[in-house]
T-cell receptor, first 111, second 115 residues
Framework: EADIYQTPRYLVIGTGKKITLECSQT?????MYWYQQDPGMELHLIHY???????EKGDLSSESTVSRIRTEHFPLTLESARPSHTSQYLC??????????FGPGTRLLVL | AQSVTQLGSHVSVSEGALVLLRCNYS??????LFWYVQYPNQGLQLLLK??????LVKGINGFEAEFKKSETSFHLTKPSAHMSDAAEYFC?????????????FGTGTRLTIIP
């Protein structure tokens, strides 16, 4: 069982607010990922990190930003939330092998 | 560029019947292939993976998949469906063996089990 956590699980927030979605893993994995998933759609990679102080943008353009100051922590921030940011955000990690382990996700609703 | 096509966004089978979820991939290099399952309000859980070893891969919960290079397919099967199998299933591909560790997902197949 993978130990990867995301908070909050659900978030309803007004337009213009700054939000941070938290992701933590206790497996010591170097690689971490953020995916965006709209209802009934596939997952799109928006950010990834191969280690501390390493972050890259994914295949889907996103207005969010990420940081990787500690191995276990990979938060995602939206400086000014908009209704178009409403989605589910999934965090994942891998330990150098081929398997990515996923957190439970955060469902974000921006009003 | 790699891509995944899942035929059938919704599949319904009767309890006890065969489950077949289709996945075709496109990759310029030998791929690594995955099936993940997503239950409501949860993240993704790995069902099984193909990483260039045996072409018939067995996973959790009685699922298995066969890698067919000639057909560029990696279909997921289970001989007898159970009510607890109702979920969303995602096929994914990566070129991990060639330096690209990112996953590309299909659009998913929602499996419904009819009592």
């Amino acid at each position: 069982e993978a130990d990867i956590y995301q908070t909050p699980r659900y978030l309803v927030i007004g337009t213009g607010k700054k939000i941070t979605l938290e992701c933590s893993q206790t497996m010591g994995h170097d690689k971490m990922y953020w995916y965006q998933q709209d209802p009934g759609m596939e997952l799109h990679l928006i950010h990834y990190s191969y280690g501390v102080n390493s972050t890259e943008k994914g295949d889907l353009s996103s207005e969010s930003t990420v940081s990787r100051i500690r191995t276990e922590h990979f938060p995602l921030t939206l400086e000014s939330a908009r209704p178009s940011h409403t989605s589910q955000y999934l965090c994942a990690s891998s330990g150098g092998g081929e398997t990515q382990y996923f957190g439970p996700g955060t469902r974000l609703l921006v009003l | 560029a790699q891509s995944v096509t899942q035929l059938g966004s919704h599949v319904s089978v009767s309890e006890g019947a065969l489950v077949l979820l289709r996945c075709n991939y496109s990759s310029s290099v030998p791929p690594y292939l995955f099936w993940y399952v997503q239950y409501p309000n949860q993240g993704l859980q790995l069902l099984l993976k193909y990483t260039s070893a045996a072409t018939l891969v067995k996973g959790i919960n009685g699922f298995e998949a066969e890698f067919k290079k000639s057909e560029t397919s990696f279909h997921l099967t289970k001989p007898s469906a159970h009510m607890s199998d109702a979920a969303e299933y995602f096929c994914a591909v990566s070129d991990l063996g060639f330096g690209n560790e990112k996953l590309t997902f299909g659009t998913g197949t929602r499996l419904t089990i009819i009592p």
